[in-house]
């Protein structure tokens, strides 16, 4: 779990993140994604690169969609201030407009509390209506057999994400798995690599053991692997993240690494493009 190929160990490899920090200004969002996911490296990286737009909670939608073109990502996983859960259907059309326009891919929404059948049926139409694939979720335990239903009606995955120390629930990866391990292979992980740490888990033993449900990436990096660690930018903490993505690649993981930088909240763009750089260096050099 600690980092034995640490940031330095790629910092050549990671310059376009100090260029974006810098301030440099990168090519458009087309010639980035034709560059990262060439046929090449497409066969040898069978996931896409995203971002869980919890990283710009406190930018309003516009900004969100040109920060994430800015750092060369596609796709994007939106919380519910950018797309809010009661939203009407014409509205989510003209925010799912707005978001290809964008040159941008809503792969997925969350994470999205599923305490009752009022919120499993709200999460489910409002994924339908915004042409989501997956619902990143924290369902309560008696509503998974509701779930479980919704998902083969509807073919939209639900991915439960674990949140560490706190989360009585779902604090692990295995603990996420116990509970879905018998029902519909819709219905499985998305690993926070973060608090997957915090809580004294490994992210990496956890995606192999636990990948004919992995559905979902939440990447980060945190300063120390105990509750109170401190979130870095991805390639400064304590997490082999070098490691963790050779096992995706192993294991043939074909889901979205959404990055969710959770440092900086008033002003995240540097230290987010840092963390994008750097992996994109480590997937150049594995």
């Keep these: 779990m600690a980092c034995t190929q640490t940031r330095r160990s790629f910092v050549a490899l990671a310059g376009v993140a100090a260029s974006v920090a810098a301030g440099k200004s990168l090519p458009p969002l087309g010639a980035a994604e034709a560059r990262e996911r060439s046929p090449r490296e497409s066969a040898k990286r069978p996931f896409a690169l995203g971002v869980a737009s919890y990283t710009f909670r406190k930018f309003k939608l516009d900004e969100t969609l040109a920060m994430t073109r800015r750092v060369g990502l596609e796709y994007i996983c939106f919380k519910s201030f950018h797309l809010p859960l009661e939203s009407k259907p014409d509205e989510i059309a003209r925010v799912v407009a707005k978001v290809k326009a964008a040159g941008l891919k809503l792969y997925g929404g969350g994470v999205i509390t599923m305490g009752n059948k009022a919120q499993v049926e709200q999460a489910f139409d409002y994924a339908k209506a915004a042409g989501m694939r997956v619902i990143i979720a924290s369902p309560a335990p008696d509503v998974l057999p509701l779930v479980n239903e919704k998902v083969r009606q509807s073919g939209i995955q639900v991915a439960i994400h674990n949140h560490g120390p706190g989360d009585k629930t779902y604090p692990t990866p295995q603990s996420v798995y116990e509970k879905v391990k018998g029902l519909?292979?819709?219905?499985?992980?998305?690993?926070?690599?973060?608090?997957?740490?915090?809580?004294?888990?490994?992210?990496?033993?956890?995606?192999?053991?636990?990948?004919?449900?992995?559905?979902?990436?939440?990447i980060k990096d945190v300063m120390a692997a105990a509750p109170d660690g401190k979130e870095s930018e991805v390639g400064r903490g304590v997490i082999d993240i070098p490691q963790f993505l050779r096992t995706l690649i192993q294991i043939n993981y074909s889901g979205v690494v959404a990055f969710e930088y959770e440092k900086d909240e008033g002003d995240p763009l540097a230290g987010l493009a840092e963390s994008v750089g750097y992996v994109k260096g480590v997937l150049a050099a594995i």
């Design 184 to 218: 519909d292979k819709g219905i499985g992980l998305c690993i926070d690599v973060g608090h997957t740490v915090r809580i004294g888990a490994d992210p990496i033993r956890s995606a192999r053991d636990y990948a004919d449900r992995l559905l979902d990436v939440h």
